[in-house]
């Protein structure tokens, strides 16, 4: 058992208590695009709208005016609707489908890789799951294989501990030992056990609803020709924009906070920071990194163990440096040196040939 510094209960009250913020904090971005939407309406009426009935010369945008309201309200239903009906097409689909989709083979009793080593590797990585599902109290998830990803990296799929299933790159069966691969499927199992497959999910389904806003109003602008319908469309896809905008931030601060409480929960699984913070360090000292080249990714990012793409303001992990001095004060700086120290878990071992020794013949007196 590693002896470390690092405190998994304080980091996992603060990724708890920063995740509860942003759950509000997503929930007062929807009430201020609502008011938003109120007073663009509010304003076509009084000043853009052509109608023979006065309006009260009184009447401003902040005025109440029943009708506003009613078409904001639409507006809001619909984006709640199509939310519940992008996070049931994702529940439908299971962890099989995100598996599927992302190029998963499920690992077989007979393995998948074919070699002796492959063989080896997969009988390991049965166990680790095995170990930690008996000590999680939950059933084994489905464990696929991404044969085609050098990278190292992860993921947890599924929206219940009963539905779940978790997939492995082949580059971490490549060069993680036992430990590093404990602490990678310990970090996984954390996203089970947390709940996070789920708050994914309704941010993911929010998000789609509020892009549906800004996508219809690109869609009306190719067919409005009414100067006055146009500034409404615009002011509508502007309001999609700056939804989607900080729906995206958001999710990609929520994100961060629960990869930190994950990597908490994983120490508090192992009991062992040194080996996750390996983990990171091996990606980082990787030419792959945790790439992982599925086109369907995008979509997926904050489901796995590391950033699968190159990180950028939305990233739904935090910085590897981070995370790595968060486990391990005492860092270097320094990513694993594979050039240095070649790793090669899957390589077949060299069978050495006793050397042929040539007999000089015993001459016949």
């Known amino acids: 058992m590693t002896q470390n510094t690092f405190n998994f209960f304080q980091s ?3 990724s708890r208590r920063f995740s509860t ?31 023979r009935t006065p309006l009260d010369p009184k009447a401003t945008i902040w005025s109440f005016d029943k009708r506003a309201l009613i078409i904001t309200g639409f507006f809001l239903l619909a984006i709640i609707i199509l939310s519940l009906l992008q996070i049931r097409q ?10 599927t989709k992302l190029g998963g083979t499920p690992l077989s009793p007979d393995g998948i890789l074919g070699t002796r080593a492959g063989l080896e590797c997969e009988k390991r990585l049965r ?24 990278g190292i990296n992860a993921m947890a799929a599924g929206l219940t501990s009963d539905d779940a299933a978790v997939l492995v790159s082949y580059g971490a069966l490549r060069y993680l030992d036992r430990d590093e691969l404990s602490a990678l499927i310990a970090h996984e199992f ?11 999910t309704i941010m993911a389904g929010w998000l789609h609803g509020l ?3 800004q996508t219809t109003g690109r869609n009306l602008l190719l067919r409005v020709r009414n100067g006055r319908i146009i500034l409404v469309v615009l002011a509508m896809v502007a309001l999609g924009f700056l939804g989607t905008f900080m729906g995206r931030l958001l999710q990609a601060a929520f994100s961060r906070r629960r990869e930190m ?3 908490a929960s994983a120490v508090q699984f192992t009991r062992n920071s040194a080996s996750l913070a390996g983990v990171l360090k091996k990606i980082g000292g990787l030419s792959q990194g945790s790439l992982i080249k599925s086109g369907s990714v995008p979509g997926l990012n904050h489901f796995f163990l590391a950033q699968p793409e190159k990180h950028t303001f939305f990233s739904s992990h935090p910085p590897l440096a981070e995370r790595i001095w968060t486990l ?6 320094w990513y694993y040196d594979f050039d240095e120290n070649p790793i090669d878990y899957l390589a077949e071992p060299v069978r050495s040939r006793a050397p042929s020794l040539k007999v000089r013949p015993i001459p016949v007196p």
């Open 21 to 51: 913020l942003f759950g509000l904090s997503f929930i007062m971005v929807m009430i201020l695009w609502s008011c938003l939407f109120y007073l663009v309406i509010r304003f076509w009426q009084i000043y853009l709208y052509d109608s």
């Open 328 to 333: 391990d004060p005492g860092w270097d700086g």
């Open 12 to 14: 996992q009250e603060e």
């Open 127 to 150: 166990n680790i799951i095995a170990e930690m599902s008996l000590a999680a109290s939950i059933s084994e998830p489905d464990l696929y294989i991404l044969p085609a990803e050098n």
């Open 261 to 263: 409480l994950a990597d």
């Open 90 to 99: 994702i529940h439908q689909g299971g962890s099989t489908f995100i598996a």
């Open 211 to 213: 892009f549906w806003l």
């Open 190 to 200: 954390s996203h089970i056990l947390n709940g996070d497959m789920r708050h994914f």
